[in-house]
């Protein structure tokens, strides 16, 4: 019988020597533990061919659990955790990712979507509880200042609404996402694509800072891990099955942001996108996304993010309307006999009822009702408009 | 037996007595023909109270074939021409109006549905030709800058590829699609909410003289006929029901291009709603349509415009997708060597083997290829990258 330590041990070598994501290693540790599969692969083993190529060229680099033990105290070193699925705090939603299957052009990085084999942690909440009621809000680097406001309105939204906020560490609207949800005092959570020690990018570090000291910081990669970029992509998954939905809010044709939005789509789990102005490159995604799959749904602002997240009877957002006019109440003839009304001067009774198409009697009781809301008054010449700044007619 | 010209006066006197669209009017002309219409509601049998006191509060004003007739000749002096059914340019998709059933908030206008009884036209196409390949194009009066621009590429881009635009006679959106067609040298036709001779808004007349010029003016009211508010959400079924296909481009939460836009999707007909910045208040109710009807369609230009009204094989839009770049070739394994190349210096091969995870041999297939596609260089100090302007890590 192994220890726990063991086990764990077993994990990070298993993330070291294959990429995290494997399915073919993720489905060993099913079927045998890790140390076990762990010892399969190290003996050549291993089920296809290109592991086994994998496996032998990091193991020139070193001896995996001599890695492994050397990544665990540099953890305690870095006052983070390892956190693995015999943790109370693993988030179960991660499960989901052993049924994934992507549509269509995502087919080939099929590979990548096992459920991590451990984390890396950083900051106190516990990783599960965290995770809960959170969103991922993702999108490009080189966001506009309208991508960066949208975002940092819905941290903010969210955050200030009790849900957690989980994104990436980039710059753009990862960055604006977790700066939104720390003003608002919220949960913010941010999985990176290396080591927990290597802030990427450095210019974010300080936000790394701030994020830890309230929130999580989170990575399947080992501390020293470099930010390689098939990583960002690997790591994208974590986002879109960590989270209770995910909301695109800037992204260009082919990009990071708009495969976690596949990912989130294929879980699948609420996937939504913000719109902009269709003159902006950094929105072509979000509005492909939208052509593209049916289910993914446009949002405008953190009311429908929660309409779509939200436990039902919980999060509601209100109908989207214009400002209440006085004619709202109105019935057809009172509105025919109001846009009868001369723009200038007063009408008799008769004449207005011909305009109006109604006849002399309901034309009369309409009268009074449009009087009472001081719409129009009784004159020497008849009736006529209260004069108001709106203009009457309307076109399109 | 009545004479084409008994009919049409008919027609011309039933318009006047009640609004068009009015349902009853136009049953009573489908069953007895229009003249035997005309006397059944003169004799005061009208099929309900509302239209019997509608036609004795108009009859007051003056005689109806009077007033038709009067209508005719100012027909002809203004150069325009009514066109009934009898007609051969009348427009066959009308028809569709009749089975009209429109959805939740719009039930209560359900009588304003039923097709025109006539039309007065200025302009020397016939108006089905002119219809048979248009799209309307709609939307907010106070338009922005950029709902301006979108209208007037869209209107450009449906001119030049031979299409018809249609669409009001309003300030912003209206006047931009029209200006753009015209500036294509393409079809336009503006449907107005009253007589022919009277422009409105006036700052439009220049325009609406320039339409005539190359395409039509369109009402379904005679010559001196007011622009009352009513008429506008009346005239915007022929909008939706003369045309293949509408897009909305700007519109508030409750306006009159959303209005059209509920009349297309319940025709049905191709309906297109173009995004926008979500902090513009018109952009609101383009919004609305594509979370509300999940058969309004997110367009981002004519491309999109004709992959929905184009006939098969005609009009396809190219898929959105960012520029080609030298590594979008590669397979996994190639672009594993890439991505473990250091940014710096040279690298012997074992160590790059190592750090990408794949094996020595195929290590050395894959760098002869990059060094074919120039993005590694083999020095003496082993492979270095070649440098580029890109950076090579992505996030998000």
Known sequence: MSTREERTLARIALTWLAEPGTRS??????????????????????PDEKLRASIAARSADGDPRAVA???????????ARIVTPEDAEWPPGLADLRELRLPGAY???????????CFWVRGSWPLAEALDRSVAVVGARAATGYGTHIATELGYGLGDRGWTVVSGGAFGIDAAAHRGAL??????????????????????????DRIADTGLLVSEWMPGAEPLRPRFLIRNRVIAAGT??????????R?????????????????????????SAMSVGTHELLRDYPKARLVTGVAHVLE???????????????????TDALDDDARSVLEAMPRRGGVGVERLAARAGVDVRTTLRKLSLLEELTLVVRRDDG????????????TT
């Open 308 to 326: 779509e997240v939200g436990r039902i009877g919980d999060d509601l957002a209100p109908p989207a309307r214009g400002p209440d006019r006085p």
């Open 383 to 394: 009736y006529a408009l209260v004069s108001t700044p709106r203009p009457r007619r309307a």
């Open 69 to 79: 033990y050397d990544a665990m105290a540099r953890t305690d070193r870095l006052g």
């Open 255 to 279: 990009s990071g942001a708009t495969q976690t939005g596949h990912r989130a789509l294929a879980m699948p789990r609420p996937t939504m996108a913000v719109p902009g102005p269709v003159t």
């Open 244 to 253: 209770v939905g995910t909301v695109v809010v800037e992204a260009s044709a």
């Open 25 to 46: 290693v993720a489905r060993l540790v099913d079927r045998l533990g890790s140390v076990a599969a762990l010892d399969l692969l190290l003996d050549g083993r291993a």
């Open 107 to 117: 087919r080939k990085v099929d590979t990548e979507t096992a459920p991590p084999l």
């Open 183 to 208: 003003t608002a005092g919220g949960l913010t959570v941010a999985v990176l694509a290396c080591g927990l020690d290597r802030p990427y990018p450095m210019g974010n570090a300080a936000l790394f």
